[in-house]
């Protein structure tokens, strides 16, 4: 009589089974499979829910029922948890006015005004010889600010707007000149001052007040104070449109926020601290530096303490340990700089400050699955039972993949952690899980891009970007262009925009292109090209990489269009073979836990 059997992988993201039949003399025909997102943080009953849907996505396809199964393996879930959190490090604040270095999206005219600050109801009786600025409060119209222009003898050489009327005033005037709008508290601005305003040229950002030798040489700094104005330029980096005022106690100041430190403890009760702000290479250093961790605290009072209490306690009630039990294995830091308002600002002005990200990962004993596969007897009447390490498990499902052999590397790519095993040709096995993956780049685009709509991160990873150049064609990432028989919604005229699958989701920035795409690669390969070094070099013999031949890439992020990619060019300078696993020929990288579970458990038996 034949069996069916069925692998059930859980984790953090994902769920996937596979569903097998077994004849007398244990050969193993694989049916069908399928994968669900995890309900619930895995390892707890909520996870039963999303077993259910998987099962009968699997059932379906082939006319299966629940009461036909005879038995489910479940993995022994690695029982890490990952998370992850951001530490701002400096911060821009503005004392007394000076500076306006903002984004409007209609500024008009072009390049650089010099001049002293004026109403401009004052300019008629101003003095002659000097030139000016003009501030446009937004009681007065667009057409009296450009009668007042054009009436002036005065030398005026840009206008600063409180309203959206740039173009509107430029329209009307005799001479061109840069103009600045969209300045919410220009009353904010002192007057009498000298002040220098630049409209970036068709196509490009701003490039004297973003460097600081142009700014000096318009104030007349000494180099003490060029430094100070360091991040002044700095804040203006990128922007179309820019505002510098002088005035006598202005200052902007770059101040380093306190952002705590890391303890690193070791094994043998050794420990090493690091101030975060010393950014992720001193910690990453650090951690490497020692090698057994076990545990890494943060201060309490910094988001990283926050963040890593916080996880030891979502641990904590789930698996009913002592808290002692629960420690901080690892942690992944990336350098970011993210836009954040500027404190003191006249129009909302952003500034690049920087920062450390972290993920971490929280491991404990044991997940508690037995509780789990006593649910699933409960509620479906099939026996469960646990079977195997997850990323051996992982290990004997990669060795599906044709031209792969013993000794075989493996590196899962998931969502809250980096996983790596090695199966040697006695069939012993060793396995690390690592802090950062998937779910960390996610937030890293998020951040650094200031979305804050994590589905739309997410889009932005998966999928490549394009511009839409017209109502019947867009230009892709790569340059290549991409027509449409019929026209696309004007909403979309202009935009950038995500290509998934059929559809064209614009994404809503100020960021261009180019700058997107930097972002998504350069986390991908913050995270995952550090990961891949990191993990195989703790499962090699003598820690040398070299020692592997072979690695299966699987896991969801080896879906990713780029990321194999980027794994194979650091590795291929090892000589290691890697790709991205084809499990049972037909899976691609996913189902590798699942498809162990059946193939170790049934040659056990
Ligand atoms: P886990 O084993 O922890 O449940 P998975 O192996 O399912 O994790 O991997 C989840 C991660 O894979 C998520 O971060 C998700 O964004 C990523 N992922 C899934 N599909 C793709 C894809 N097509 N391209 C890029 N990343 C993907
Ligand atoms: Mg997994």
Redesign the pocket.
């Known amino acids: 009589m034949k069996k069916v059997v069925v692998g059930i992988?859980i984790?953090?993201?994902?769920t996937?089974v596979c569903v097998a039949e077994i004849d007398q003399v244990s050969n193993i025909t694989f049916k069908s499979s399928s994968s669900v997102s995890t309900t619930g943080t895995k390892g707890t009953p909520d996870n039963i829910r999303g077993i259910k849907q998987a099962l009968q996505i699997a059932l379906d396809q082939i006319d299966l029922k629940h009461s036909q199964i005879d038995r489910i393996f479940l993995n022994e879930a690695a029982p890490v948890i990952g998370d992850t959190a951001m530490e701002t490090i400096t911060e821009t604040i503005i004392t007394d006015s000076t500076m306006i270095g903002h984004d409007p999206s209609t500024p008009s005219g072009e390049g650089l005004g010099i001049g002293e600050t004026i109403l401009i109801t004052d300019i008629q009786r101003a003095n002659k010889d000097q030139a000016y600025i003009v501030l446009v409060p937004k009681e007065i119209s667009y057409e009296m600010a450009a009668k007042l222009i054009n009436d002036a003898d005065q030398h005026i050489t840009g206008a600063i707007v409180q309203n959206d009327e740039a173009v509107l005033i430029q329209n009307r005037i005799k001479t061109f000149m840069p103009i600045v709008d969209e300045v919410k508290y220009i009353e904010r601005i002192r007057l009498g001052m000298l002040a220098a305003i630049e409209v970036g040229t068709t196509g490009r950002a701003v490039q004297s007040l973003s460097n600081p030798y142009s700014i000096a040489n318009i104030f007349k700094l000494n180099p003490e104070e060029t430094k100070r104005i360091i991040p002044i330029a700095k804040s203006l980096i990128g922007n179309r449109s820019a505002v510098i005022v002088k005035t006598p106690h202005g200052e902007v100041r770059e101040k380093v926020l306190p952002a705590g430190k890391l303890t690193i403890i070791s094994h043998n009760g050794s420990f090493k601290e690091v101030p975060i702000d010393q950014g992720a290479a001193k910690i990453m250093e650090s951690i490497s530096s020692i090698s057994q961790i076990v545990h890494i605290e943060g201060d309490t009072g910094s988001n990283v303490g926050g963040m890593l209490e916080r996880m030891r306690r979502g641990l904590h009630t789930l698996s009913n340990s002592t808290m002692q039990t629960i420690s901080i294995k690892d942690l992944l830091a990336v350098d970011v700089l993210v836009p954040i308002d500027v404190k003191g600002a006249l129009a909302g002005e952003v500034s690049l400050e920087k920062a450390v990200a972290l993920a971490a990962m929280v491991k404990t004993d044991k997940l508690p699955m037995q509780m789990l596969a006593d649910a699933l007897y409960k509620e479906l009447g099939i026996q469960a039972e646990i079977a195997g390490v997850?990323a051996v498990m992982?290990s004997v499902g990669a060795l599906t993949t044709r031209g792969s052999t013993l000794p075989l590397a493996i590196l899962?790519l998931?969502?809250g952690s980096t996983?790596a095993a090695i199966i040697l040709e006695d069939g012993s096995a060793k396995a690390v899980h690592l802090a950062g993956a998937g779910n960390f780049i996610t937030m890293l685009i998020d951040v650094q891009l200031s979305l804050n709509n994590l589905s739309l991160a997410e889009d932005i990873k998966r999928h490549p970007l394009a511009k839409v150049e017209s109502l019947f064609y867009i230009r892709l990432e790569t340059g290549e262009v991409k027509f449409f028989n019929e026209p696309l919604s004007p909403k979309l005229f202009g935009k950038i925009v995500v290509c998934k699958e059929n559809k064209l989701i614009p994404i809503e920035t100020k960021h261009n292109l180019e700058k997107i795409v930097m972002t998504r690669k350069t986390a991908k390969k913050d995270v995952f090209v550090q990961n891949a070094l990191r993990a195989l070099k703790q499962i090699a013999a003598a820690h040398d990489i070299r020692t592997i031949s072979n690695v299966v890439l699987v896991?969801?992020s080896a879906l990713d269009f780029e990321i194999p990619h980027m794994i194979l060019e650091v590795l291929s300078y090892y000589n290691i073979v890697v790709g991205k696993g084809e499990i049972r020929g037909t899976e691609g990288p996913r189902n590798a836990?699942a498809t162990g579970l059946v193939l170790s458990k049934v040659r056990r038996v």
């Open positions: 992988d984790g953090n993201s994902t996937e997850e992982a899962d998931g969502g996983d896991g969801g836990v």
